[in-house]
């Protein structure tokens, strides 16, 4: 870090400012938009990316454009993988390797993950990308989340400007426990109205890239997108129902 390059004269017209401690961290020429997909509960070969029955043609062109992510250790609960996929470390060292509503003094298992154990958000974030985090996080100890509680680990604490989902393991998929940012809300509509949890969640990632885009449209954004489909409860709108009941 470098000291003060302006000027400081006794007369303010020959003075010169230095702004360059305060600018913003500017990401690289064509750095790409990163959108991260995480689906819940769902086995590898469900969908038809990977062969399976389930046909998915927008997921399929998102994977055909990206990347498949194909060799990765998923553990049998959600939080210890999913601290492993935002940060790179075994869940174990992540203090996570359990569900974070299981926490425990126990070292391994405090469901704490290490501030000093980097997400991607944060890494990204100091790269000049905005950072949305959507959908389920289940990465906050059971008794952190509540208005009330510390909120260092909840996603804005952990490197995303930006959240709209669920801070636990699953939701309602027609009433949902909503959080947006740091504060909860009730659902913009009811189910009688046509209100699902998947198709909000989907308005809401667009609704943010949208929201940066129209101010700086050269700016990169990284969207990690977890819905709630997949996991329980299993709540799927009557039109998918119809599709593939027996």
């Not at 926490?103 to 154990?117: K, M, V």
Request: hydrophobic share 35%.
């Amino acid at each position: 870090m470098t000291g003060f390059q302006g000027k400081v004269a006794t007369d303010v017209r020959d003075s010169q400012p230095d702004w360059t401690p305060f600018l913003a961290p500017k990401a690289r020429e064509g750095a790409p938009n990163v959108l991260m997909l995480v689906w819940d509960d769902l086995g590898f070969s469900t969908m038809d990316i990977f062969g399976g029955p389930i046909e998915t043609p927008n997921m399929r062109r998102i994977a055909e454009m990206g990347v498949k992510y194909s060799n990765f250790h998923t553990t049998a609960l959600c939080s210890p993988t999913r601290s492993s996929l935002l940060n790179g470390r075994n869940a174990t060292s992540n203090g996570m390797a359990t569900i974070a509503e299981f926490s425990s003094g126990f070292p391994g298992i405090s469901t704490r993950i290490p501030f000093e154990n980097g997400f991607i958000s944060e890494v990204l974030a100091e790269q000049g990308y905005n950072t949305y985090c959507v959908g389920k996080w289940h990465l906050t100890p059971g008794e952190e989340v509540n208005m009330a509680a510390y909120k260092g680990r909840w996603p804005l604490g952990r490197g995303f400007e930006r959240f709209y989902g669920y801070l636990g393991g699953e939701s309602n998929s027609w009433y949902p426990d909503l959080i947006y940012d740091n504060h909860p809300i009730d659902a913009p509509a009811t189910p009688e109205e046509g209100y699902h949890l998947s198709k909000d969640l989907s308005d809401k990632a667009i609704e943010f890239i949208s929201d940066a885009h129209q101010v700086d449209p050269e700016k990169p954004f990284f969207l990690y997108l977890a819905p709630q489909a997949g996991h329980a409860p299993h709540q799927a709108p009557k039109e998918w129902i119809d599709k593939y009941k027996g």
